[in-house]
């Protein structure tokens, strides 16, 4: 799972078991595995990308974006150029 590392899911699920009252609470530990369990699934479900996938993508598009701001400079100074003064 690129999401969430294996720690924070640990966190968000003992959080969860923790919320639960205290007469369950026996069963705290079948419920933190449980709640894990539920959360990779469903997070396994949604269409995420993981931060290196999504900083390349960040990176070629500021290239792009620099890319397309010279390009309408250059696009005016033709412009300017052929346009009769």
Do not use: Y
């Not at 205290?22 to 595995?33: K, S």
């Not at 709640?35 to 396994?44: H, N, P, R």
Request: no cysteine.
């Amino acid at each position: 799972m690129s999401f969430m590392n294996s720690s924070s899911l640990d966190d968000l699920a003992r959080r969860l078991a923790d919320s639960v009252p205290e007469p369950v609470r026996a069963f705290a530990r079948d419920l933190e595995g449980n709640f894990k369990a539920v959360l990779q699934a469903q997070l396994a479900k949604l269409d995420l990308i993981n931060r290196q996938e999504f900083d390349v993508q960040a990176a070629i598009l500021e290239r792009t974006q620099a890319k397309l701001t010279a390009m309408e400079a250059r696009l005016k100074e033709l412009e300017a150029r052929l346009t009769p003064q």
